[in-house]
């Protein structure tokens, strides 16, 4: 998070405006970052929608965020390691790197 705003409102604007559940920073980064988590499978394109509602929950709590500048570097990513993408074995190292 930027100088000067706090994660947890972040997390509390993405789930009571977007019905997004994001994760809070724990022990020292607390405040300090927010986490995006899930249970079971999670694919490219839903990630894609969990970076665009975090983008719109910065948006909204006055962070000065590119609108789609998260989504669109996903995208490209994504477009440009189509073998990684498409790879099963790979996904899980995928989902890391991606959550990084």
Same mark, same amino acid.
Request: with cysteine.
């Given at each position: 998070?930027?100088?000067? #705003?706090? &994660? =947890?409102?972040?997390?509390?604007? =993405? #789930?009571? @405006? ?5 994760? &809070? ?8 970052? #927010? ?44 477009? *440009?390691? *189509?073998?990684?993408? =498409? ?7 995928? @989902? @890391?790197?991606?959550?990084?």
């Amino acid at each position: 998070m930027p100088q000067g #705003f706090n &994660a =947890a409102q972040v997390i509390d604007t =993405a #789930f009571r @405006r977007y019905n997004l559940a994001l994760g &809070a920073g724990l022990s020292k980064v607390a405040g300090k970052v #927010f986490r995006i988590g899930h249970l079971g499978d999670l694919n490219e394109l839903m990630l894609m929608s969990a970076i665009a509602g975090a983008e719109m929950a910065m948006l909204d709590a006055g962070i000065d965020v590119c609108p789609g500048s998260g989504v669109g570097a996903a995208g490209q990513y994504w477009r *440009t390691h *189509t073998q990684a993408a =498409a790879d099963p074995v790979a996904k899980p190292a995928l @989902r @890391r790197v991606a959550a990084a």
